[in-house]
């Protein structure tokens, strides 16, 4: 089992930066992707970002909404992957959602829910206007 805990989530002004993290615990070595989504009021579930890594090989993947703002990043050594928002905008707003996968699919972006085995339980982010 592998357990996913989000931090950094906040309250921000439009144009400003937050920094979420994803702590993997449990049988962390196991994993070969990780993701963020996030979810707005009244709205579904969408893909905002994903790594996968095959040894030192790491590629990342974006959402079009947020490429450009928000980058992705990994610590193999700490179990993390950081997402870095800058430029937020008010319709960032949204509960993110941190997910990891124990298969790798080679040809994959990783943006559908259904190829993540673990499941974070969110955290709230809020840009103001």
């Known amino acids: 089992q592998v357990q996913l805990v989000e931090s950094g989530g906040g309250l921000v002004q439009a144009g400003g930066s937050l920094r979420l993290s994803c702590a993997a615990s449990g049988r962390a070595r196991s994993i070969y992707a990780m993701g963020w989504f996030r979810q707005a009021p009244g709205k579904e579930r969408e893909f905002v970002a994903a790594?996968?890594?095959?040894?030192?090989?790491?590629?990342?993947y974006y959402a079009d909404s947020v490429k450009g703002r928000f980058t992705i990043s990994r610590d193999n050594a700490k179990n993390t992957v950081d997402l870095q928002m800058n430029s937020l905008k008010p319709e960032d707003t949204a509960v993110y959602y941190c997910?990891?996968?124990?298969?790798?699919?080679?040809?994959?972006?990783?943006?559908?829910?259904?190829?993540?085995?673990?499941w974070g339980q969110g955290t709230q982010v809020t840009v103001s206007s």
């Open positions: 790594i996968k890594w095959s040894g030192e090989n790491e590629i990342s």
């Open positions: 997910a990891a996968s124990r298969t790798y699919y080679s040809g994959s972006n990783y943006k559908m829910e259904n190829m993540y085995d673990y």
